[in-house]
């Protein structure tokens, strides 16, 4: 190999080992790093066979790595640690744990220096030294007290006191991990642990009913519900007695988790169950009004309102009080009794005038007169929301509403100086893309977005030269060198570990949507940017834009949006707002993944062919499948993407109640008038969304129909994805 550039050479290194030509790209670095005098270029080169080499377990990596660590010291805690990995593999326990310890204590601004110490601990457990494993365990614990680790830490003390003959200490521990961190990777063998000892006649079985419920506590705080109501189930069934404290809040905590299952009847039932064993608990307040939101679930409306006014005369200085008032009223003015509802309205405008709900119930009484077609009262309504209202969503929608009333009664200049004041202060919300759409008034026209490819990679424009910090040299390098995972954590490290501006925010989410992680990149802008920036920034920064609306998954989207003739772009717009492309996601109802796939759904769909929850994870089965199901949707709504989008997020069976009393209703006004606000609020975002990647992408084309006709229900559908 010939190599009179070293940094052309390097680059084909590079290039090699990006497209998985991992023995080409070997025997480059290892020619780079015998034959090359540039340092840095000769010090990254060693790196990387080594790296490789240790990745391919073939012997030597040891020495490139020691190149590396004594060349280059920008990256020497990684080759240490890798050096460290490859002795570990290696059998050389105590000479790995050293080395772990090393960049423990030399590297102290190193993101490899939590795991260092844990390794060491560990490194030192496999050598048999006890006493300096229980020593760096303990000292794990003592500097990270709240790392998601401390079980692993933990189960390693006991494994250290089972091996030393410490058999009560040893169970205490594997207790204590598998008690207080059942949800933890560890918990299981702490289980074994403590089996064996009592199999073995070391120790008896020690564990109270209360265990029981401790661990019913932490699976509820870790959103397993199933898991939280099977121990819940477990101590009360052990219990003996008059009813403490923990029996109480262990009936209360099933009824909520039910709730959260979306269990309607069972949560239903141990509700009430709770509030007849309980009524003056200090649970209870909390439970009647968990009660009646079940009811709504279950469309059981009379029984919603007879809770609702227990709840109103019972607590009267609850602090959810105005929400049930609220809703309260809603549920009236969905019946029509118009009357009751104006009157609920009014009392948390007078009870409660700095509460949101007071907000929420001006909109509710203009919108009430609005659907009623008093738009005298409406129109007084909306003008006094705007006089009064700080909150932009609120002017934005109400903006929008005091045009459709201006139109309604034919003041058409007082409905465009509306719009255009909405499109003026509000130009990327809900409201003013709506009126784009629908409007061809001269001061909507959206300006023109530089358009994009399809594709799942940014093009080389979307990095700055710029660096975003003075610490960042070894992000730019991880990411050059194509290692993902190295580049990712040294990202959340720096964002950790230093304040970042607007550029650097951009670069980062940049880099990692190069690398694939969408819903890293997308955290990092939400995170470091303020809506107002976002919104402003976008408009004049074509970078940002793509960034916030990627096209992530574009193999998948594009081949299964085109089998089931659905505009890709729509797929987008789903994942985006079901998960912000976070292929990981569950929901605390149970939804999985990119599109939020309920399990139950995926098994309707794929029959005796799927596989499991777990497969859901998969970026490919879940936008297979959720793009079907949405298909399902839009041939039962004969095209109608709104009503397809709605009943997605609620479930279809709910769509069809709300469209019998709704015929007629313009697309806008059944969006608006969507009783459940999760749905409303879903359907308003995902449109926003279609709508942006419509004008990043290609022109818009949306079609919708102008009313909720009637006849719109089609092809059953499958009935499981709420």
Not at 145 to 165: H, M, N, Q
Not at 497 to 514: F, G, K, P, R
Not at 603 to 622: C, Q, V
Request: one cysteine or more.
């Amino acid at each position: 190999m010939i190599c009179p550039e070293p940094a052309s050479c390097l680059d084909e290194a590079i290039e090699a080992y990006k497209n998985g030509r991992n023995r080409e790209a070997l025997d480059k670095y290892k020619y780079i790093a015998d034959g090359i005098n540039d340092q840095k270029i000769a010090g990254i080169s060693s790196f990387m066979a080594g790296r490789i080499m240790s990745e391919l377990m073939l012997e030597g990596a040891e020495a490139y790595l020691g190149k590396a660590y004594s060349t280059y010291p920008l990256i020497a805690d990684y080759a240490l640690f890798i050096m460290a990995e490859v002795m570990e593999r290696n059998g050389d326990y105590n000479e790995a744990a050293y080395l772990y310890r090393t960049v423990f204590s030399s590297y102290r601004e190193s993101v490899l220096q939590k795991k260092a110490l844990l390794k060491a601990a560990d490194t030192y457990l496999a050598a048999g030294s006890l006493k300096d494993s229980l020593e760096t365990y303990e000292d794990f614990l003592a500097l990270y007290p709240k790392d998601r680790s401390v079980p692993s830490a933990l189960y390693g003390i006991g494994t250290c006191y089972l091996l030393e003959g410490k058999f009560p200490l040893a169970n205490d521990y594997f207790k204590r991990v598998w008690i207080e961190y059942p949800s933890s990777t560890v918990s299981s063998s702490a289980k074994k642990g403590m089996d064996w000892l009592i199999a073995n006649g070391k120790e008896s079985l020690q564990l109270t009913i209360s265990d029981y419920f401790m661990r019913g506590e932490r699976f509820f705080e870790a959103g397993l519900y199933t898991d939280a109501i099977t121990e819940y189930n477990r101590f009360l069934s052990n219990w003996k007695g008059r009813a403490g404290r923990e029996v109480k809040e262990a009936y209360f905590k099933i009824a909520l988790s039910n709730f959260n299952l979306r269990s309607s009847d069972e949560a239903e039932e141990a509700f009430e169950s709770f509030l007849y064993k309980f009524p003056d608990h200090y649970r209870s307040p909390e439970a009647l009004y968990w009660l009646g939101k079940t009811y709504l679930r279950e469309g059981k409306e009379d029984a919603f309102i007879k809770s609702s006014k227990g709840f109103i005369r019972l607590y009267k200085k609850d602090k959810k009080r105005p929400e049930v008032l609220y809703r309260l009223g809603i549920i009236y003015a969905e019946n029509g009794d118009v009357k009751s509802a104006v009157s609920a309205f009014d009392r948390v405008i007078r009870e409660y005038p700095g509460n949101d709900f007071a907000s929420d119930s001006r909109w509710a009484k203009g919108w009430l007169y609005y659907k009623k077609q008093d738009y005298k009262k409406s129109l007084a309504m909306f003008n006094n929301i705007l006089d009064t209202a700080a909150d932009s969503s609120y002017i934005s929608r109400t903006l929008y509403w005091k045009a459709k009333v201006m139109e309604k009664i034919n003041e058409i200049g007082g409905m465009e100086k509306s719009l255009c004041l909405l499109c003026s202060k509000f130009g990327g919300s809900f409201y003013c893309l709506f009126a784009q759409y629908y409007y061809n008034i001269q001061c909507l026209s959206s300006q023109d977005i530089t358009g994009m490819e399809i594709t799942d990679n940014l093009s080389d424009d979307y990095l700055f030269s710029e660096s975003p910090g003075n610490n960042d040299e070894r992000i730019k390098l991880f990411f050059y060198l194509g290692l993902r995972e190295e580049a990712i954590e040294e990202i959340k490290w720096f964002k950790l570990e230093n304040t970042v501006d607007i550029e650097q925010s951009i670069t980062i989410a940049s880099m990692l949507s190069e690398m694939g992680e969408y819903n890293l990149s997308l955290r990092t802008l939400y995170l470091n940017l303020s809506k107002e920036m976002l919104n402003n920034y976008q408009s004049n920064n074509t970078i940002l834009s793509r960034l916030m609306y990627p096209a992530g998954y574009s193999e998948f989207v594009n081949t299964y949006a085109a089998e089931n003739g659905i505009d890709p772009l729509l797929i987008y717009a789903l994942i985006r707002e079901e998960s912000r492309f976070n292929e990981e996601a569950i929901s605390i109802a149970g939804a999985i993944g990119l599109m939020q796939i309920m399990p139950q759904t995926a098994a309707t769909i794929m029959n005796d062919t799927y596989g499991g929850r777990d497969t859901l994870f998969s970026p490919e089965l879940n936008i297979a499948l959720g793009t079907r199901f949405f298909a399902e949707l839009l041939k039962r709504y004969k095209g109608n993407f709104i009503l397809a989008l709605a009943g997605y997020n609620a479930g279809p069976h709910i769509v069809s109640k709300w469209l019998e009393d709704r015929e007629g209703l313009g697309v806008d006004e059944f969006i608006e008038d969507i009783p459940y606000k999760e749905t409303r609020e879903y359907v308003k975002r995902v449109f926003k969304s279609y709508m942006k990647y419509s004008r990043s992408l290609k022109p818009i084309h949306i079609v919708l129909p102008p009313l909720i006709q009637s006849g719109l229900e089609g092809a059953d559908v499958i009935d499981t994805q709420e």
